[in-house]
């Protein structure tokens, strides 16, 4: 297992690619921007707790479950990997993403009081979606079951619009 940790106000810049089959921790109250996790070997989950921004600018590729937790914003410009396993965003802050961001899962939880979460690529693709936070835009690829996650089903303080993408013969 890796821990990287961060002073209160500090950024942290990973350019590198960060792979193995070991959990990496990232712990501490500065701003996250990560460069390429797992390209060639998967990283054994990604655990970020207590930054403030996180921006993941290159693909992030696990084998399991991926848990972001952020005071402020959390941008997805590239695609976000957990392979069988979850992702777990949890913001008060805004959730984008851009470019070629994506989510591709077996479920999605979606937390944080008042979190504002607009992920609106069609190329998310998950099975299982649930949500406690503030407002929801979120787009699949395929078949998407409101479930049980941790949360169950969606709570939300602000409007929620969700969509798939179904295409078949």
Known sequence: NSTINSDSGSSLNITGAINGDSLLTANGSGNYLFGLIGNSTPVAGLNITNANNVTFSNAVNSSSNISVQASSNININASLAATNSMVKLNT??????????????????????????????????????????????????????????????????????????????
Not at 108 to 134: E, I, P, Q
């Open 92 to 169: 008060t802050g805004v959730v984008t993403q851009n470019g070629s961001g994506s989510i591709t899962a077996s479920s999605l939880a979606l937390l944080g009081v008042g979190g504002n979460y607009t992920l609106n690529s069609s190329a998310n693709n998950v099975s299982t979606f649930a949500a406690d936070t503030g407002s929801i835009t979120y787009k699949n690829a395929g078949a998407l079951t409101i479930g049980s996650v941790n949360p169950t089903g969606v709570n939300a303080t602000g409007p929620v619009s969700t969509s798939s993408i179904v295409t078949g013969k």
